[in-house]
């Protein structure tokens, strides 16, 4: 199985701020990975695919970058909607594996 | 518009099994590359990978729990069902489905359903 290690598990940070997730995968995935965000509550919503692809409908000042073993997922501006849990994901192959969360809190 | 709806029992007792129902619209489980899936998340936890049925029936498991579950397909109703034998405590959680295209977002999860909590309690 493919293990995904998100860092940090969680980060406090303020509105305006630039905010850096990252995902490294125990092998190569090339660019099969996938970035969620999850509210209180509410079903995860898929923001990045295949590493960098902004999911329709998603802010532009959510980025993703990476191939290989690790990646990144950049929030260029926080905005108060953005604190949530962010999740990476793999889709290279099964069974599929998800990251542990990164929750993003107000500091 | 795609969506999907998870149905089935909330509370289950030990031992039971679990069926749960993904109704879906707006895709077509018969198209090239689709696929349905169900995740599972217990209270406060990491989301977990359970199953996966592609548009031509090939079938994927969890390893961890691939004796325990089955996913079958209903095209005509558009529908995904997914069972759980012998169910236990640590099986609580808010299970739900989403769907996967392989062709046009390499396979994320680009579209959920509100998922369905269920507890597993006597």
């Known amino acids: 199985d493919i293990q995904l290690t998100q860092s940090p598990s969680s980060l406090s940070a303020s509105v305006g701020d630039r905010v850096t997730i990252t995902c490294r995968a125990s092998q190569i995935i090339d660019n099969y990975l996938n970035w969620y965000q999850q509210k209180p509550g509410k079903a995860p919503n898929l923001l990045i695919y295949?590493?960098?692809k902004l999911q329709s409908g998603v802010p532009s000042r959510f980025s993703g970058s990476g191939s290989g073993t690790d990646f990144t997922l950049t929030i260029s501006s926080l905005e108060p909607d953005d604190f949530a849990t962010y999740y990476c994901?793999?889709?290279?192959?099964?069974?599929?594996?998800f990251g542990q969360g990164t929750k993003v809190e107000i500091k | 518009q795609i969506t999907l709806k998870e149905s089935g029992l909330t509370l289950v007792k030990p031992s039971q099994t679990l069926t749960l129902t993904c109704s879906f619209s707006?895709?077509?489980?018969?198209?090239?590359?689709?696929?349905v899936g169900w995740i599972r998340q217990p209270p406060g936890k990491a989301l977990e990978w359970l199953a996966l049925i592609f548009w031509d029936d090939d079938k994927r498991y969890s390893p961890s729990l691939k004796n325990r579950l089955t996913i079958s397909k209903d095209t005509s109703r558009n529908q995904v069902v997914l069972s759980m034998t012998n169910m236990d405590p640590v099986d609580t959680a808010t299970y739900y489905c989403a769907q996967t295209d392989l062709m046009r977002n390499v396979g994320a999860f680009g579209y959920w359903g509100q998922g369905a909590p269920v507890t597993v309690s006597s």
């Open positions: 295949a590493a960098f």
């Open positions: 994901q793999q889709s290279h192959s099964t069974p599929r594996t």
């Open positions: 707006g895709f077509s489980l018969t198209t090239t590359g689709v696929g």
